[in-house]
């Protein structure tokens, strides 16, 4: 059974950069028939897809956070980390990794249980 | 990018009744790679249904998915108690990045 679990600092200055990482265990995030995905839902809000990180690392991220994002992988430690820069009040949120399935057109079939975080001075 | 609407925002109906919500894409959703996912308070989306049909392991047949090209239907034929919910559409039919719908709250009449 595959699990993922999200961690990092559940508070972050504005202007500073957010740094969370996924760890995955049951499984190896050096399968090729996997994409590994970051997502976040705003307090009372719907699901923004964030991007993704393929093992030969080739990422794609979403345009409209593209100039901030920055995903990576550590295949030795089974994690996959984001990197979120010049934060506002708006990137607050809950943050989640997930598996993607299906190839290049993917589907998220497993999930960590999220993370909050909260941008604040 | 593909905009999903979902409707309607919110559903209010009884245990024992059949929902169904529905989904709407701005254009063509290629190969029907649209996924629906429910979410409860405090919990991360769970994957039900992939490919507009195809239902998840483990998720029961009393879910099931239907609709091609821009339109998208997620039906529970028969409410448990459990099924009272948030529910999210996603599109992956296109490159990234892939977009979900807003969400339909199914709440308990």
């Known amino acids: 059974q595959v699990q993922l679990q999200e961690s990092g600092p559940g508070l972050v200055k504005p202007s500073q950069t957010l740094s969370l990482t996924c760890t995955v265990s049951g499984g190896s995030i050096n399968s090729g028939s996997y994409y590994w995905s970051w997502i976040r839902q705003p307090a009372g809000k719907g699901l923004e897809w964030i991007g993704r990180i393929y093992i030969s690392g080739s990422t794609n991220y979403n345009p409209s956070l593209k100039s901030r994002v920055t995903i990576s992988a550590d295949t030795s430690k089974n994690q996959f980390s984001l990197k979120l820069s010049s934060v506002t009040a708006a990137d607050t949120a809950v943050y989640y990794c997930a598996r993607c399935i299906g190839g290049w057109y993917c589907y998220f079939d497993y999930w960590g249980q999220g993370t909050l975080v909260t941008v604040s001075s | 990018e593909i905009v999903l609407t979902q409707s309607p925002g919110t559903l209010s109906l009884s245990p024992g009744e059949r929902a169904t919500l529905s989904c709407r894409a701005s254009?063509?959703?290629?190969?029907?790679?649209l996924a629906w996912y429910q979410q409860k308070p405090g919990q991360a989306p769970r994957l039900l249904i992939y490919?507009?049909?195809s239902r998840a392991t483990g998720i029961p047949d009393t879910f099931s998915g239907s609709g091609s090209g821009t339109d998208f239907t997620l039906t529970i034929s028969r409410l448990e108690p459990e099924d009272f919910a948030v529910y999210y559409c996603q599109q992956y039919g296109s490159s990234p990045p892939y977009t979900f719908g807003q969400g339909t709250k199914l709440e308990i009449k």
């Open positions: 490919g507009a049909s």
């Open positions: 254009q063509s959703v290629s190969s029907s790679y």
